[in-house]
Nanobody, 124 residues
C-alpha cells in the first residue's frame, strides 16, 4: 500500500506561482509512475502531468510550458511547480501513483493510489 498526501495548495492571483508536494509513505515511489490530476465540480478528473519511474515526463495540453513535475526519490516526494497560473487552473489537485505502460499515463483509471487532494484557487 502507498499513502499519498498532497500539500501546497492555496489562493494565488493570476500570473502567480505555487508548488504542490506529494509525500508518499508505505512504499518507495521510485518504481511507480506519478501523476497529477485536477478536478472541478461537475467535470471529470483532468490529467495535468506525469513522470514515469524512468524520468519521462508527459504533459496535459492545457499546462504545457507552465507547469513542471519533478520527483525526489530520496525524499519519496513528487512536486508540481505551477507558474503563470490562470483562473481556469482553479481546481482540486490530486497526486496519484501506479504501475502501467507509458501509453496509459494520462488515464486516471491507470493509477492505483490517490491522495486526498489539495485546493488551488486562482483569482483574476
Amino acid at each position: 500500500q502507498v499513502q499519498l498526501v498532497e500539500s501546497g495548495g492555496g489562493l494565488v492571483q493570476a500570473g502567480g506561482s505555487l508548488r504542490l508536494s506529494c509525500a508518499a509513505s508505505g512504499r518507495t515511489l521510485s518504481s511507480y509512475a506519478m501523476g497529477w490530476f485536477r478536478q472541478v465540480p461537475g467535470k471529470e478528473r483532468e490529467f495535468v502531468e506525469a513522470i514515469t519511474w524512468g524520468g519521462n515526463i508527459y504533459y496535459g495540453y492545457s499546462v504545457k510550458g507552465r507547469f513542471a513535475i519533478s520527483r525526489d526519490n530520496a525524499k519519496n516526494t513528487v512536486y508540481l511547480q505551477m507558474n503563470s497560473l490562470k483562473p481556469e487552473d482553479t481546481a482540486v489537485y490530486y497526486c496519484a501513483a501506479g504501475s502501467f505502460p507509458a501509453s496509459s499515463v494520462s488515464r486516471a483509471g491507470s493509477y492505483d493510489y490517490w491522495g486526498q487532494g489539495t485546493q488551488v484557487t486562482v483569482s483574476s
